[in-house]
């Protein structure tokens, strides 16, 4: 990428809850505001009436007919993905037409197909899914949030690196705090598999502060947290589930509540809102799959056209700061 | 235990962060509900000074001169057992002066000298630590909540059998429904271990009902959820983290907000007392170790009367039901 020139970035249309509308509203919030230079991959027939008003000018269509379904097996989905949105999306970024690409279709499937067709980072056995996740001061970055539910120790090494990476790179964080996840600070508790990752992070050229638990994934304890991507994966999940328990609760309460207490949430409102969207994903737009040749970013499937044009920044940030170049150095500096 | 006499309870006076005040306190209100028949098991002149008022009458003191610290080794714990109150609760199940014991002390030297002292269950490879959650509908067990971080398959087998009776037995579930954490609802989604449980679940004398996610915790999907002893207390402390970030960053919106959202906040306290109240860990008391040949509660840390009352009225109604006879029961069911 020249850093001069705007990231050109290839969005799947088609893929996604609220596709084709959503995906081109955040595309045409993300040319507005300068992103990139944006391409649209899907049926033109159905993106372009969309295309209207400010920020829309100057969007590439590249027509496909097909589509990956949601609920396509990945073996499936990398067998038909020629003509395909998705699959022509991720084929702009290995022919070098698109610095990266984003997708909020099935997530699995994308994995699969931009493994297969932009290979790995050498000396990366495994790419990683990284959820990028609001915390008490900032972006924490958790990996592996999926991709590999049963990991090597040396693995979570390779984690660490791509996870500092992304940090430094998109969400200019400059020297990351590395965690692990375990089940108490000091360094003799943990699994098999935590301790023996642990031990190889202390030689690893990240900037490791030991273990984290549970509670201290949003406390600022560290802007890198890695475990194993099922772990991790039931981790994302379990926080979600936690948020909108909370508030369903809190909403049960007051409905049950006096006429002064349903006062009071009216009143309450634009803090409830105001909450909302610091604890939402959609601020930091999308999931960048990590340790790949190319840039990828996994937008949520209910991603909105915010979530979208945030997922589109990330990947814009990831072009310009050529994530790619930088974890390839990172991996060589590990000790052999 | 005979089910007309009622159950003798072996508390620890002097485990806990606010031991041994609350403690005491916790223990005369289980004793004025009737909960049991009390045993308090410490230092005489400060456990005596605090039994006043009503529904203190007749709790018996058991005098110990030691104490087992908090940071303790286990090991440690184990060799050193004898006069502390910790050791001597233990030991009154043991030798059958009482049917059950509640610990707010060190949880890992509660867990290792129970095993010690009282051995496992015929067929039961590990006792589990279970955590009683607050879900939608009521009380969620999930186990492992952390003695036995790395775990076969077969044991997690063991640890829905342990859950479901101790469900049936202390929390009234006629059929309780047990699911495994995985990253997906399919059967095929899962780690190698949690696929592996999955299929020996299928023919065990449980109620099982597949994979459950991180975000169904507290849905009401399952009333028994297993995983092993590392993931479940990384999940433990990730729900509590994720509520009090929640509680912490809603406090904070509204410090900044208007003075209109300040009035909302105030009016709304009632509610935000009632869902503390709700989703508060006090409420269950206390996490049973389950798998062993006796009856033990261990308290959180933190405890306040209310919660030592709660873990109080756990270890009465495991006693009661008689749950150890029914854990070793439907061990003999299972499958060879």
Known sequence: VNA??????????????????????????????????????????RIEPLLVGPGSQDIEIVHTDEIVAMDAHASYAVRNADGTSLGEAVERVRSGAADACVSAGNSGAFLAIALIRLGRVAGIARPAIAAVIPGVRGPVVLLDAGANVDCRPEWLVQFALMGSAYARAALGVAEPRVGIISVGEE????????????ELLDLAPVRFIGNVEGKDLFADHADVVVTDGFI??????????????????????????SLLEKLGALLLRPAFTKLQKKLSYDTYGGAPLLGLRGNCIVAHGRSNRTAIRNAIAAAAAEARA????????SVERVPA
Request: net charge negative; charged share 25%; proline share 2%.
């Open 4 to 45: 001069d020139a705007l990231p050109r970035i290839a969005i799947d249309a088609m893929g996604g809850d609220h596709a084709p509308i959503e995906i081109v509203a955040g595309t045409i919030l993300a040319n507005r505001d300068g992103l990139g230079r944006m391409t649209l991959v899907g049926d033109r027939n």
């Open 322 to 329: 050529d994530l790619i170049a930088e974890i390839a150095a």
């Open 232 to 257: 991790g994966n039931v981790m994302l999940k379990l926080a979600e589930g936690a948020g909108s328990y909370f508030r369903s609760s809190l909403r049960e309460t007051i409905e049950g509540g």
């Open 187 to 198: 360094r003799s508790k943990g699994n098999s598999q935590s301790i023996a990752a642990a």
